[in-house]
């Protein structure tokens, strides 16, 4: 790996990316801020997400039941319940100048002009930031992929393992 300030991992979905990034979260512990996405399951089928912080703290990101108009597929985006739980998780990172764990910059979490917003403070703050993105083309996304403080780790079902035993390098 490079030594961007910044590193972006980009996959298709169910490769590992966040299962990437709670590795990397759990090697850096107290050094580390931020927030990854976890399914939410009921009779073996997914019907949301939710985010978690570091420090434990969560709530729904996206469920079929929300009551929403931002919708991504059959899921329903709680932007107010994001904003409140990912934004500060990575302001502290800024402030303090801790590592920012991102978990994901993606479809559902674009709806968020305030969450666009802290993430481009992030990537021009002192602090190293951690994201996990998705394929797909996005105005945001390549205004943030061009960056020459940005490296971009492909992960796949190749090189998925020798990328996770790196990350001992991350710090």
Same mark, same amino acid.
């Given at each position: 790996m490079k030594s961007a300030k910044n590193i972006l991992i980009c996959g298709k979905p169910g490769i590992g990316k966040t299962t990437l990034i709670k590795k990397i979260a759990e090697n850096l512990r107290e050094k580390a801020t931020g927030f990854y996405s976890e399914e939410i399951r009921r009779e073996n089928k997914r019907v949301g997400f939710k985010i978690k912080t570091l420090k434990g703290k969560e709530g729904i990101l996206s469920h079929i039941n929300s009551?929403?108009?931002? *919708? #991504?597929?059959?899921?329903? #985006? %709680?932007?107010?319940?994001?904003?409140?739980?990912a934004i500060p998780s990575i302001e502290k990172g800024i402030k303090m100048g801790k590592i920012i764990i991102i978990d994901e910059i993606g479809k559902m979490e674009l709806y968020s002009k305030k969450f666009c917003q802290i993430v481009m403070q /992030?990537?021009?703050?002192?602090? *190293?930031? $951690? /994201?996990?993105?998705? #394929?797909?083309? %996005?105005?945001?996304l390549e205004k943030i992929k061009q960056r020459k403080d940005v490296e971009i780790i492909q992960i796949t079902g190749e090189? *998925?393992?020798?990328?996770?035993? %790196?990350?001992?390098? $991350?710090?």
């Open positions: 009551k929403s108009p931002y *919708r #991504v597929g059959k899921y329903k #985006v %709680n932007l107010k319940e994001f904003e409140e739980i /992030a990537l021009d703050s002192s602090s *190293r930031t $951690i /994201a996990t993105i998705p #394929v797909y083309k %996005n105005e945001f090189n *998925r393992e020798k990328i996770i035993y %790196n990350i001992q390098n $991350i710090h």
